[in-house]
């Protein structure tokens, strides 16, 4: 059977620290604003803990800011999802030989920076260094590609607090810190990096430690992260020019209704809040339609000298990113609005969704693969999908997913033929939650992704003990196969 994915094709599997690691503060590390979220499921509002000059504890919504002067803060007998996760920091020989048996040819995750430089400042946790190596060594054992993301969702508390996050410079000289105390450290073992996960939908002091909201400061904060990416590629490239540094963006395609000419522009308007992000990373330059934008809206970002050349010099090698769901633009309605992937969207009332409402659209990711492909002619890289469900056990104790090899199976079809019917040039594919961690969007357990069961629920309560769920077997083969047997049987 000839196959339609690559020879080379990274089969994978994909996770982030403060969602799956757990060792909060153990071994160096120092808090993170991840952990001080909340846990919650479907129906709450994950929430970020704070106290005020005055000693007053609170809780914000995790896409807002916290009161100026705020700090993050632990409340006693609050349950913090990130503390333990579901415990690869005590799990990862186990794990990696799971993923191994699984035959994995790459593996995703994320450090956490506070791991690595205590407070995300100027020094060196050495020992969290050693577990990265150890992490990294054991997956080469096993011919696994480690494929790194510098920065998901993962701001140090300190850097929050003292510098207000991303809103000030400074935090890109300490990002870079970060980014070259870990190239230089493992630029033998690992070729393929990406900067910041999901750099679109990135906002508030849950993850850019901002304080205030307005669009000025959220811009400025992006621009400044856009320079630390940036100068961030060119780096690596010094330390190791065989590095594939990529951007990650969560393609969250939209659809016109109808077509209605307005609705088509709404829909092409959605497309480019996300589009933006790419032309910077991939173009090197601030686009158009943006710079206009922010004329109309009076938004000046502060920028130095040298800052544009830097953005045209550090352009990425490919473009990673995540995709779940899609949705439609109608600007004559305003029914049907879900919360979606960390954004409310507009509903498709032709397509089915999961549990969490999250429409599913296999054909939509052939489409997102031509639209970014015919737009920016480098490789794409899927490094995130798959569905969150509530997982039940049968009476022999089994979890047969079907409904999730269901969903997979119709996305590695959808992304077969990107690549044979459109010429789309993909590299990898890297299912989200391969083992099941904590949902980053509602911070609950329950909302599975994993095709590797992990005893744990929204409280906290559970042995931790690994099992692999039917999907286990099935991707195994789709592995083994190079994505040409889909069938499950
Ligand atoms: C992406 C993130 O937004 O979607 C992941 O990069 C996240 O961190 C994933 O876990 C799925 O979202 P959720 O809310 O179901 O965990």
Request: charged share 25%.
């Amino acid at each position: 059977m000839t196959s339609r994915f690559p020879e080379d094709f990274l089969w994978g599997g994909a996770t982030a620290a403060n969602q799956y690691e757990g060792g909060y503060l153990s071994g160096g590390k120092t808090l993170a604003v991840a952990d001080v979220f909340t846990g919650g499921d479907v129906n709450t509002t994950r929430k970020i803990s704070y106290i005020t000059e005055d000693g007053e504890v609170g809780l914000a919504d995790q896409y807002e800011g916290v009161p100026e002067g705020a700090k993050a803060h632990v409340i006693p007998d609050q349950y913090y999802p990130s503390h333990v996760a579901t415990d690869f920091y005590n799990h990862w020989k186990e794990d990696i030989k799971l993923f191994a048996e699984m035959g994995l040819k790459a593996y995703r995750f994320s450090l956490n920076w506070t791991r690595v430089c205590p407070n995300g400042l100027k020094e060196v946790n050495e020992e969290g260094l050693q577990f990265y190596h150890d992490v990294i060594d054991e997956l080469l054992k096993y011919d696994i590609e480690p494929v790194i993301t510098l920065n998901h969702f993962d701001m140090p508390a300190h850097l929050a607090d003292e510098y207000d996050g991303w809103a000030s410079r400074e935090v890109i000289d300490f990002f870079l810190f970060f980014s070259e105390t870990v190239y230089t450290e493992f630029k033998d073992k690992v070729k393929y990096w990406m900067t910041f996960n999901e750099i679109n939908i990135l906002r508030g002091y849950s993850k850019l430690g901002l304080h205030s909201t307005d669009e000025q400061t959220l811009y400025q904060a992006k621009h400044h992260i856009f320079v630390a990416s940036a100068k961030a590629v060119q780096l690596g490239k010094e330390i190791n020019p065989d590095f594939e540094i990529g951007m990650m963006v969560c393609y969250l395609l939209n659809y016109p209704n109808d077509s209605k000419p307005e609705n088509v522009l709404a829909s092409l308007q959605y497309n480019r809040d996300l589009e933006f992000y790419m032309d910077v990373q991939v173009h090197g330059e601030y686009p158009h339609y943006k710079l206009k934008e922010f004329e109309r809206k009076g938004i000046e970002i502060k920028m130095e000298d040298g800052d544009l050349d830097t953005l045209k010099a550090g352009t990425v090698d490919y473009i990673g990113f995540s995709y779940y769901m899609t949705s439609v633009s109608d600007v004559h309605s305003d029914e049907g609005y879900v919360r979606g992937n960390q954004l409310e969207v507009q509903q498709n009332p032709h397509l089915e969704t999961s549990d969490w409402g999250w429409a599913i659209d296999p054909l939509g990711l052939r489409i997102a693969l031509s639209k970014i492909y015919d737009r920016y002619r480098i490789p794409l890289f899927v490094v995130e999908n798959g569905l969150g469900a509530y997982d039940e056990k049968d009476e022999d104790g089994n979890i047969n997913d079907d409904y999730r090899i269901s969903y997979l199976q119709k996305h590695i079809d959808a992304m077969g033929d990107a690549i044979e019917l459109d010429g789309v040039e993909l590299i990898g594919y890297t299912p989200w939650g391969h083992i099941d961690i904590v949902s980053a969007g509602t911070g609950e357990m329950e909302k599975r992704y994993g095709l590797i069961y992990v005893d744990l629920d929204n409280d906290g309560n559970g042995d931790m003990h690994r099992e692999k769920k039917k999907s286990f077997g099935w991707y195994k083969k789709v592995i083994e196969t190079n994505g040409e047997d889909l069938s499950n049987n």
